[in-house]
T-cell receptor, first 112, second 114 residues
């Protein structure tokens, strides 16, 4: 069965610290997609990145970077030099037919 | 309006009331989704509509009744709800129903059932 595990329930850092959010997944599919979404206090989930199972290149977008490793079934997300505006709940998700299977989320609090 | 909008943003209802949640997407997408987000469970997919046809019903109780009159609008009709149905209800849309397409979410309706 498909499964997404975000073991870190809550993380608290001080501004400018780097922080890594972990995501481990299970799937029997050979082709699949992984996603990260951000949910700020306003409520809507904001799409951050999609990665397919054939592309293991790391991705960097500004202060955000993602490390995809099929060997360990992980798709971790790092925020460099965190800012207060990064405070949110972050969800990792795995594609499954017509649906996305979401992890439980990690609540990140960045303190000034 | 842009993106995905949801109304109302907050709703308080009694267990015997009937109410409806509305979602509208302005992105030209063909698929729409209802999710439930409660404190105790991860995001739960409730329904998927593709080209106005329901393609997935994730074992949702019949007190939740979806309606998709066209590809831009999605409703969730509520009746005789239970207190455990209190949650944030999120609507999303995507270009097509296959899950490799990124989904765009609305801000949600915070529902409280008394």
């Amino acid at each position: 069965a498909q499964k997404v595990t975000q073991a870190q329930t809550e993380i608290s850092v001080v501004e400018k610290e780097d922080v890594t959010l972990d995501c481990v997944y299970e799937t029997r599919d050979t082709t699949y997609y992984l996603f990260w979404y951000k949910q700020p206090p306003s409520g809507e989930l904001v799409f951050l990145i999609r990665r397919n199972s054939f592309d293991e290149q790391n991705e960097i977008s500004g202060r955000y970077s993602w490390n995809f490793q099929k060997s360990t079934s992980s798709f971790n997300f790092t925020i460099t030099a965190s800012q207060v505006v990064d405070s949110a709940v972050y969800f990792c998700a795995l594609s499954e037919a017509r649906r996305l299977r979401f992890g439980a989320g990690t609540r990140l609090t960045v303190k000034p | 309006e842009t993106g995905v909008t949801q109304t109302p943003r907050h709703l308080v209802m009694g267990m015997t009331n009937k109410k409806s949640l509305k979602c509208e997407q302005h992105l030209g997408h063909n698929a729409m989704y209802w999710y439930k987000q409660s404190a105790k469970k991860p995001l739960e997919l409730m329904f998927v509509y593709s080209l106005e046809e329901r393609v997935e019903n994730n074992s949702v109780p019949s007190r939740f009744s979806p309606e998709c009159p066209n590809s831009s609008h999605l409703f969730l009709h509520l009746h005789t709800l239970q207190p455990e149905d209190s949650a944030l209800y999120l609507c999303a849309s995507s270009q097509e129903a296959p899950s490799y397409n990124e989904q765009f979410f609305g801000p949600g309706t915070r529902l409280t059932v008394l």
